[in-house]
């Protein structure tokens, strides 16, 4: 294979690290992390495997202790005995060390390891929560993944599969310090890439026929309607669909453009490039190459056929000169009018020609490598293939069906995927697919879809089943595009995050268990995650209650004091609680000290660094954080020229201090205008700002306020007043309510008169909300 086909790997383990007999090998990985092989013909393999990439890793201290009976191998973190026959779940154990039960915390092996679960290939018609795949975490402090059955990699860059006649499992033992445990598998596995900034911002798909000019019609009108979007997908019928002659097969897969829809591509593709788009393509490749494709004579002569014999060229992954034409010549004459990556769109399972070589994982594989082949950002969008997937971002989680269970299990779904270090999930915001139309239903996924890895919208060919926001009433069209503004308005911080989890190995969004393993109510709260470094986020996934007409969430908010960033909320952490939201707003807390930096509201092109911001901070402890910018070059963090500009919060001089920045400033506006807003700090708005214009981007910036202030929430009366006066109550007892609302009873005290009153289910748990915010 061509080295644009070739990873850098490290497959083999530096021997102090090895424990060997006959018929069995030990790799101690790292001080959490081994490696366990039985081979019957006593040959082991060292070569990389889809999986595992780097095995030569520094070596862990640690002892070994034999016996005629067992072997023991210690660390830090794990103890494992083994009497050196064949694996089993009496003979071979490893338990982890530190306070977990003992009987929770010993891993046998055969046994089901109890991890925390990690992804799954799809969601094609999963209404609700499915079985995911293994992870490499667990609340039990042991998980183990199998590779004995994965793909294997040569030298030259090609895939081999195995004889299945191996034993081949690396396990996990790192307790309850679950970041350790993701950090292990990224040093094994390789760590997640840098994706292109206009990746994060919205994605517009709709299976649609569309014209080239119905096309840039609808990009006309999302610019008037203020509603910025950074893709345009093109699902399939880009390529003739219905008019391919039966005698060639279906118009499912195809490679030349449809000239009835875009007779003019290059054209097409460069104005939509000049709106500041980029563009991918559907392709469903199973069917491989017919001989009405554009290309077809090209690939046959590049594979050393006759194109006048007409015969199909099948798909074949197993063919390293197929797959090299099938960049070469069929993608790359596409890539020449102007398409910036691919939709690999792989329905057809897990088979090939060569048992064990999964067509979805080759697929993803070079698609990526092929992406990057002129040093540019690799991208591709793809289907999940299995542990080591999470180099070859985007993901794309399959037809969603258009159900409330099926938003309810996206959250859980995204979050739980960081436990196999996948952390580029796109889903159908909206869903694809059945289900009825449910405006409520669908506003929920788009703010949902802001808080994910990618937004982009989707929906089927059904005329009835749209995403444009102008289609649904004014109170939902408004909120939809309130939500897609904030979306870009979070970029600069999503791309710093993108950065921080190609260096660091921290995933945009991760379970609240990473937060605190030892909290067992970070386990209790499967839809609620971490977003970056600074945000926490409850998505609301079930309908609204008919009496308050607010949508609500249970909610763990870790010690401390968080506010909300679209509500200005305060409140005291440490406790689980219930949080409640009208229709234009989901909980997105920041914590004491947390720092947000926001796109201004006019400034909101995904694909180019802005010149103004806003700077949302929360008082009440120091903060720092570090807005991380690139300018679009570079395939790899050791390649890509970045800006970092340092945010500083001193909590006890109250001070907001930018920069300078740092690094490859060319990239950047030599000026900016910064918005500094303090949430939680009026007694009326919740927000204070500050606005220094036209400020160097190599010059120190201070914003100074009061010092030591602490964060509130404000108008707690007119929150209140809102609450009652909207629910669908009783005239009368809303009075008697607000009696007691507007008395001089302590919180406490209120809320016992209120129950008194019989006040109680949604509305009654609104109100226990607003009385113990932090006022």
Not at 130 to 146: N, T
Not at 255 to 283: C, I, K, M, Q
Not at 339 to 346: A, C, I, K, M, P
């Amino acid at each position: 294979m061509d080295r644009r086909f070739q990873l850098d790997t490290s497959p083999v383990a530096h021997p102090d690290a090895v424990l060997q007999g006959d018929t069995w090998r030990i790799t101690v990985l790292a001080e959490g992390l081994v490696r366990l092989e039985w081979a019957a013909d006593g040959r082991f393999e060292d070569r990389a495997s889809v999986l595992a990439l780097h095995r030569d890793l520094p070596v862990p201290e640690f002892t070994v202790t034999e016996t005629p009976q067992v072997l023991e191998v210690t660390t830090e973190r794990f103890r494992l005995v083994y009497d050196r026959g064949p694996f089993s779940p009496s003979g071979l154990s490893l338990q982890v060390r530190g306070n977990i039960s003992s009987y929770h915390s010993v891993w046998r092996f055969g046994e089901p390891a109890g991890d925390l679960g990690g992804t799954a290939r799809t969601l094609d018609m999963a209404d609700g929560r499915l079985p995911l795949g293994p992870g490499v975490v667990s609340r039990w402090g042991v998980a183990e993944l199998d590779d004995s059955a994965s793909l294997l990699l040569d030298d030259d860059g090609w895939v081999a599969p195995r004889d299945g006649s191996r034993i081949d499992v690396y396990v996990f033992a790192y307790g309850r310090d679950h970041q350790a445990a993701l950090d292990a598998f990224y040093s094994l596995s390789g760590r997640q890439p840098v994706l292109p900034r206009w990746a994060l911002g919205n994605w517009w798909s709709r299976y649609k026929a569309y014209t080239a000019d119905e096309y840039l019609a609808l990009l006309d009108r999302f610019d008037e309607e203020r509603l910025p979007f950074s893709v345009a997908v093109l699902d399939m019928d880009w390529h003739p669909v219905a008019s391919v002659d039966p005698v060639h097969g279906s118009g499912w897969t195809g490679y030349s453009w449809n000239r009835e829809l875009f007779p003019d591509p290059r054209a097409f593709l460069a104005e939509v490039h000049r709106r500041g788009y980029r563009v991918t393509l559907n392709v469903h490749p199973a069917d491989g190459v017919r001989a009405f494709e554009d290309a077809y004579a090209d690939l046959c002569r590049a594979l050393g056929r006759n194109p006048d014999s007409g015969s199909p060229i099948a798909f074949d992954v197993t063919d390293p000169d197929f797959m090299t034409a099938y960049f070469d010549v069929l993608h790359r004459r596409l890539e020449d009018d102007g398409v910036d990556f691919w939709w690999v769109d792989w329905q057809s399972g897990p088979f090939s020609r060569v048992t064990g070589i999964d067509p979805l994982w080759v697929l993803n594989h070079f698609h990526f490598l092929d992406s990057a082949r002129d040093g540019g950002r690799p991208l591709t969008f793809s289907r999940y293939a299995g542990p080591g997937s999470h180099r070859y971002p985007v993901g794309f989680s399959g037809d969603s069906l258009i159900t409330w269970a099926s938003l309810d299990f996206q959250a859980e779904f995204t979050a739980t995927a960081s436990n196999i270090g996948y952390g580029w999930w796109s889903h159908d915001i909206g869903g694809h697919l059945f289900g009825v139309r449910d405006d409520e239903l669908a506003l929920r996924w788009f703010q949902l879809g802001v808080f994910s890895p990618i937004l982009r919208l989707h929906s089927s060919s059904n005329p009835f089943l749209v995403k444009e926001p102008w289609n649904f009433g004014a109170e939902t069209a408004a909120a939809m595009g309130d939500a897609l503004r904030l979306r870009h308005r979070l970029v600069p911080y999503l791309h710093s995050m993108n950065h921080r989890a190609a260096t660091e190995g921290i995933p945009l969004v991760r379970p609240m268990y990473y937060l605190d393993g030892w909290a067992p109510e970070a386990y209790s709260v499967p839809n609620q995650f971490e977003f970056g470094s600074e945000l926490v986020v409850a998505p609301i996934t079930s309908p609204r209650d008919p009496v308050t007409l607010r949508g609500s969430v249970r909610a763990w908010l870790p010690p401390g004091t968080w506010a909300d960033l679209l509500t200005g909320l305060v409140y005291d952490g440490g406790r689980e609680l219930v949080l409640h939201r009208d229709d234009r707003s989901v909980p997105a807390l920041v914590k004491a000290g947390g720092i947000v930096p926001l796109a201004a509201e006019d400034d909101l092109r995904a694909d180019r660094n802005p010149e103004r911001f806003e700077v949302v901070v929360v008082p009440g402890a120091d903060g720092a954080f570090v807005l991380v910018e690139d300018d679009g070059t570079g395939s790899s963090t050791e390649t890509i020229p970045t800006v970092r500009t340092p945010l500083v919060w001193d909590q006890s001089a109250g001070t907001l201090t930018i920069g300078p920045a740092e690094g490859a400033t060319g990239a950047v506006p030599p000026t900016r205008t910064w918005t500094v807003t303090l949430l939680g700090a009026d007694d009326q708005t919740g927000r204070r700002s500050v606005t220094v214009a036209d400020a160097p981007v190599d010059a120190a910036v201070t914003v100074a306020f009061e010092p030591g202030l602490q964060p509130r929430t404000s108008a707690v009366r007119e929150r209140l007043l809102d609450l009652v006066d909207r629910a669908q109550h009783p005239y009368e007892d809303k009075s008697a309510m607000w009696a007691v609302l507007e008395s001089e009873l302590p919180p406490a005290a209120q809320l016992g008169a209120l129950q008194a009153q019989g006040v109680t289910g949604a509305l009654l748990s609104a109100v226990t909300e607003l009385l113990t915010a932090r006022a």
